[in-house]
């Protein structure tokens, strides 16, 4: 059976290119400004030559709503409803980014997909993409990586990569050949190491108890012969953690919330 393997990040960080490189092959659609990004998750299976196979899903860009300063909700209910519909369950979520800048809205992402949907179950790396032109790719995560950490960006393990050969050549290579040779080792070495052995498979009815909502019976205070049972809504831990950590209102928490519930 293959692993799940869930690439997420914004539209336009290299999601469909670092597809393309772990299979070896062109079979996802690059993005462009003219054709805009992937709507739907689309599966691409890898055989790996170890005997593990793997199916990459590349999903819908999360793109910045409102400024960058609400994570984009529709773009995390679809990656909601992927993981829901993953009866295999799932092995990896692997975040893309794109240098230099870490933006406010992929740490917003980052902690809504894994902390609060996948609820810290499944590991996380990163991959930071666009380092070509670095005489040392791996020396950017060295100069950034405190500022990860400070806001609360833990990932198993990072690979800083090329998702692109660059121009052609006259002889017929490309520029940053050897980047995007080295790149495919580091992102399928750090897919191996990382991937759960026994995938997360998310139950619908306690995932809504834990972070959408909780229904409990309360009977009041106090001890009248005719105690009235009544069935409330709570919002779960979710919803706090989006307050919280992803800034967000309590109207805009509570309608992600509702959103979810919806399917
Ligand atoms: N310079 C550079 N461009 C890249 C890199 N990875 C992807 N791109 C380009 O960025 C654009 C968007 O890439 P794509 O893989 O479609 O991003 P997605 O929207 O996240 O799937 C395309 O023009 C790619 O050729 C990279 O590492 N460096
Ligand atoms: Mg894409």
């Known amino acids: 059976m293959p692993q799940n393997i869930i690439i997420f990040g914004e539209c336009g960080a290299g999601k469909s290119s670092l597809i393309n490189l772990m299979c070896g092959s062109s079979l996802a659609a690059i993005s462009s400004a003219a054709n805009g990004c992937t709507l739907h998750a689309s599966p691409y299976m890898y ?17 910045e709503g409102e400024g960058g300063r609400v994570p ?22 692997v975040f893309v980014m794109r240098a230099p800048r870490i933006k406010d809205a992929s740490v917003k992402n980052w ?17 930071v993409t666009g380092l070509e032109g670095e005489y040392n790719m791996d020396a950017w995560w060295t100069q950034n990586q ?16 090329s998702g692109t050969r660059g121009k052609q050549n006259r002889n017929g290579t490309h520029k940053y050949d050897d980047e995007y040779g080295q790149s495919r080792e580091k992102m399928l070495g750090m897919v191996k190491r990382h991937y759960l052995r026994q995938p997360w498979r998310p139950h619908r009815v306690e995932w809504f108890r834990e972070v959408v909502s909780v229904s409990y019976e309360s009977r009041g205070w106090c001890r009248s ?39």
């Open 47 to 63: 055989h790996d030559p170890s005997g593990t196979s793997f199916k990459f899903w590349d999903t819908a860009g999360l793109n």
């Open 146 to 161: 405190n500022t990860f950490r400070s806001q609360g960006i833990n990932p198993a393990d990072h690979a800083c990569v």
């Open 72 to 93: 984009n909700v529709e773009a995390i209910v679809r990656l909601y409803q992927l993981i829901m519909s993953l009866h295999d369950g799932i092995s990896l979520l």
């Open 225 to 263: 012969p005719r105690e009235k049972k009544e069935i409330r809504q709570v919002a779960g831990q979710g919803i706090e953690q989006l307050k919280r950590q992803c800034a967000m209102s309590d109207d805009e928490a509570r309608k992600l919330g509702e959103r979810l519930m919806k399917g």
């Open 111 to 127: 902690i809504l997909f894994r902390e609060i949907i996948c609820r810290s179950q499944v590991p996380a790396v990163i991959a």
